[in-house]
Antibody, heavy 116, light 107 residues
Framework: QVELVQSGSELKKPGASVKVSCKTSDYTFTSYAMNWVRQAPGQGLEWMGWINTNTGYPTYAQGFTGRFVFSLDTSVTTAYLQISSLKAEDSAVYYC?????????WGQGTLVTVSS | AIQMTQSPSSLSASVGDRVTITCRASQGIRNDLGWYQQKPGKAPKLLIYAASSLYVGVPSRFSGSGSGTDFSLTITSLQPEDFATYYCLQDYNFPRTFGQGTKLEIK
């Protein structure tokens, strides 16, 4: 059974950075693309981009360039989302989701709250 | 970017009802569309992929149809556990884009 387990909730101050992890299990890590999806409070789903787990090459959606970085550590089958210079509007639940076309498996979500 | 427009944005129905949610793409996307169900506080789950293929383990009361620009998700004989928010997602090209969601509530 494939499982994506994300790191726990984070409370950060404006201007700080956060790194969310997404650990996969029970399948070949490089077999799937890894996507990141944001959900602001009470809002819908927003695709942030994806990272090619074979090459490590990231692709970012418009609006998620500059402060957002996707990365991998294949040795521990984990994907990461790092957000720098946090703003209040970055407060959201962030999901990792595996799959190039259909998003078969999802992490449980990580709540990031940005507040002074 | 391809715009995905879902309708309705919310829907009230009763257990046992049949409901249909639609999704329209701003340009043709072949059959490159999936449907996802999300319950409060939970991650989305894949229901349908390639517009009409039922994902493993998903009850057969869920079905999808459409191609090109117009798609629909139909749930026959609604069950209590089906009350949730549903999203379409196009995987025709990048950036991937979701519909705005349809909240299905109990009447």
């Amino acid at each position: 059974q494939v499982e994506l387990v994300q790191s726990g909730s984070e409370l950060k101050k404006p201007g700080a950075s956060v790194k969310v992890s997404c650990k996969t299990s029970d399948y070949t890590f490089t077999s799937y693309a890894m996507n990141w999806v944001r959900q602001a409070p009470g809002q819908g789903l927003e695709w942030m981009g994806w990272i090619n787990t074979n090459t490590g090459y990231p692709t970012y959606a418009q609006g998620f360039t500059g402060r957002f970085v996707f990365s991998l550590d294949t040795s521990v089958t984990t994907a990461y989302l790092q957000i720098s210079s946090l703003k209040a509007e970055d407060s959201a639940v962030y999901y990792c989701a595996s799959g190039y076309d259909k998003f078969d498996y999802w992490g449980q979500g990580t709540l990031v709250t940005v507040s002074s | 970017a391809i715009q995905m427009t879902q309708s309705p944005s919310s829907l009230s129905a009763s257990v046992g009802d049949r409901v249909t949610i639609t999704c329209r793409a701003s340009q043709g996307i072949r059959n490159d569309l999936g449907w996802y169900q999300q319950k409060p506080g939970k991650a989305p789950k894949l229901l349908i992929y390639a517009a009409s293929s039922l994902y493993v383990g998903v009850p057969s009361r869920f079905s999808g149809s459409g191609s090109g620009t117009d798609f629909s998700l139909t749930i026959t004989s609604l069950q209590p556990e089906d009350f949730a928010t549903y999203y379409c997602l196009q995987d025709y090209n990048f950036p991937r884009t979701f519909g705005q969601g349809t909240k299905l509530e109990i009447k």
